[in-house]
Nanobody, 124 residues
Framework: QVHLVESGGGLVQAGGSLRLSCTGS????????VGWFRQAPGKEREFVSY????????WYPDSVKGRFAISRDFAKNTVYLQMNSLKPEDTAVYYC?????????????????WGRGTQVTVSS
């Protein structure tokens, strides 16, 4: 069993930045792909980014590419999501999740463990 805790959310003006953290318990955390998703009220959960177990592969949808950057610190069992040039449409609850799948990593169903989320609100 792996427990995940997200932190770093908050209220920021458009154009600002936030860094989210996802810290996992257990020695197996480093063996998982870590993904970030977000969900706005009334909308489906949306893929934001993932990073491979090794940290060598990352992926982003066009909606955040060039603005968001994912990284992982193996010593701290933590994955970060640096979010720059934030827009009001980035407002959502952000979740991190773990997967051992080799494919389908943009789909929530490919992930086995989820955190409780952290709220990000971007004002215009």
């Amino acid at each position: 069993q792996v427990h995940l805790v997200e932190s770093g959310g908050g209220l920021v003006q458009a154009g600002g930045s936030l860094r989210l953290s996802c810290t996992g318990s257990g020695r197996t955390f480093s063996s998982y792909v870590v993904g970030w998703f977000r969900q706005a009220p009334g909308k489906e959960r949306e893929f934001v980014s993932y990073i491979s177990a090794s940290g060598g592969l990352t992926w982003y949808p066009d909606s955040v590419k060039g603005r968001f950057a994912i990284s992982r610190d193996f010593a701290k069992n933590t994955v970060y999501l640096q979010m720059n040039s934030l827009k009001p449409e980035d407002t959502a609850v952000y979740y991190c999740a773990l997967s051992r799948s080799n494919g389908g990593l943009t789909r929530p169903g490919s992930y086995d463990y989820w955190g409780r989320g952290t709220q990000v609100t971007v004002s215009s």
